[in-house]
């Protein structure tokens, strides 16, 4: 017990906890997104379910640290680079969230109206709704729990940071979800944000790497002239009133 309160262990916990908020932040996005196709009075709990599954199976992930370790080991060659299961897992995570943020994006765009092609969007399942919350949540805790392993030598350490982390994602994820839901700009900027993490995770598990700190500029860049556009389009709305 007295290791876990030395000052090692405190400067490693708020370490990783900051690596895992900072880490989770496209993950809220995301989170946002998917959920609102749920009934306004389910969203709530999808996403706290989601994020509570996805804690459960990190902290699985760094219990079996040997088998997470192991995914790093190469599998296969094609065209000249190993394949790790880190890196099929990143590529089917990458590819899923460019379909799906491009299908939203068409979404947002197009309305619900129906076309000449088929009936409209159905809204979304419950559980299906759970299920990917939890799958991407996963994808998107790979490195943080391979960098973890790196960083804290406690297990105990690794496990606190995690859920102080997943708790500070559930206590702002609402707030987060109703602000991007209130401004359709946002919304679309958000989806946006999504493209630009699926070509990372596949760029990562083709072997490029590509530093996250490039994304989290353009996405707080982004952000930030939008907020100015909506302060701007408050204001002139007070004064035609």
Do not use: C
Not at 157 to 166: F, R, Y
Not at 222 to 229: A, F, I, M
């Amino acid at each position: 017990m007295a290791q876990l309160l030395s000052l090692e262990s405190l400067a490693a916990l708020a370490a990783l906890t900051a690596l895992e908020i900072v880490l989770g932040i496209d993950n809220i996005v995301f989170i946002a997104i998917l959920s609102a196709r749920l009934p306004p009075r389910r969203r709530p709990l999808a996403r706290r379910l989601g994020l509570a599954l996805a804690m459960a199976a990190r902290i699985l992930l760094l219990l079996g640290i040997s088998w997470t370790m192991g995914l790093v080991t190469p599998l296969f060659t094609l065209a000249g680079h190993p394949f790790s299961g880190r890196d099929l897992i990143l590529l089917a995570g990458g590819g899923f969230l460019l379909v799906k943020a491009t299908h939203e994006i068409h979404a947002q765009m197009e309305g619900p109206a129906q076309d000449q092609r088929g009936p409209a969007l159905r809204p979304a399942s419950f559980t299906g709704v759970v299920i990917q919350i939890t799958l991407l949540d996963i994808i998107f805790s790979l490195d943080s729990v391979i960098t973890a392993v790196g960083m804290a030598r406690q297990v105990a350490v690794m496990v606190a940071a995690i859920v102080i982390a997943v708790g500070i994602m559930i206590a702002f994820v609402d707030v987060v979800s109703r602000f991007i839901q209130r401004h359709p700009t946002m919304r679309v900027l958000a989806l946006s944000f999504l493209i630009l993490v699926g070509v990372m995770l596949v760029a990562e598990g083709l072997g490029r790497h590509i530093s996250r700190g490039y994304i989290y500029f353009a996405m707080a860049f982004s952000l930030g002239v939008e907020l100015v556009n909506l302060r701007l389009h408050t204001r002139r709305q007070a004064a035609s009133e």
